[in-house]
């Protein structure tokens, strides 16, 4: 019971550090404003580690090393955490590989709740300023689905084929993850 406590708190925190790092970095590829309310939870949530990290790591062609370097470290620590609460039963070699998967999962459904947040947004009858940013992000991802899928009704199914993949993803993520382990 208490593994499976600190295993949901280490995946709460670490997950959200982690989101708030690899948001930053698209946000920052995408050439989206951080002057809104979710640019600056990001900024708050991240400065801590990245600023540091930009030190030693340099943009390279709008690429921002740190803000990825810091999401993979957090996601190192977090899983060395969990190493060390297993009693150090799996190997540390594959620490690298946990966090590897670790970071698609977390990207994979850090994006899965832009569009969830974008489709509630849609919704609404005035448009709140965090709309335009989240229909920004999401944008890259529904607009080539877009262009296959027409709407239907007058409703625009990109955002809802956009999460059956994204969850069909996940579950390839998890089958590919097992088998890399069980060799």
Do not use: K
Request: hydrophobic share 65%.
């Amino acid at each position: 019971m208490l593994y499976e406590i600190a295993t949901f708190l280490l995946d709460l925190v670490g997950g959200l550090l982690t989101g708030a790092c690899l948001l930053r970095f698209y946000m920052q590829w995408q050439r989206v404003s951080f002057a809104n309310p979710l640019g600056r939870v990001v900024m708050a949530l991240s400065d801590w580690l990245v600023l540091p990290l930009r030190r030693v790591l340099r943009a390279v062609r709008g690429w921002d090393w740190a803000s990825l370097v810091a999401a993979l470290l957090l996601q190192l620590a977090q899983y060395g955490l969990l190493w060390l609460l297993m009693g150090a039963g799996v190997a540390w070699v594959w620490l690298l590989w946990l966090a590897l998967f670790g970071l698609v999962r977390v990207a994979i459904t850090g994006l899965m709740g832009l569009l969830l947040v974008s489709a509630v947004l849609s919704w609404m009858p005035a448009r709140a300023p965090l709309a335009d940013v989240v229909a920004r992000l999401c944008a890259p991802v529904l607009r080539p689905l877009q262009r296959i899928i027409p709407p239907l009704g007058g409703v625009d199914w990109s955002a809802l084929v956009a999460l059956v993949l994204l969850q069909i993803a996940l579950i390839v993520l998890g089958h590919v993850q097992a088998s890399v382990f069980m060799q």
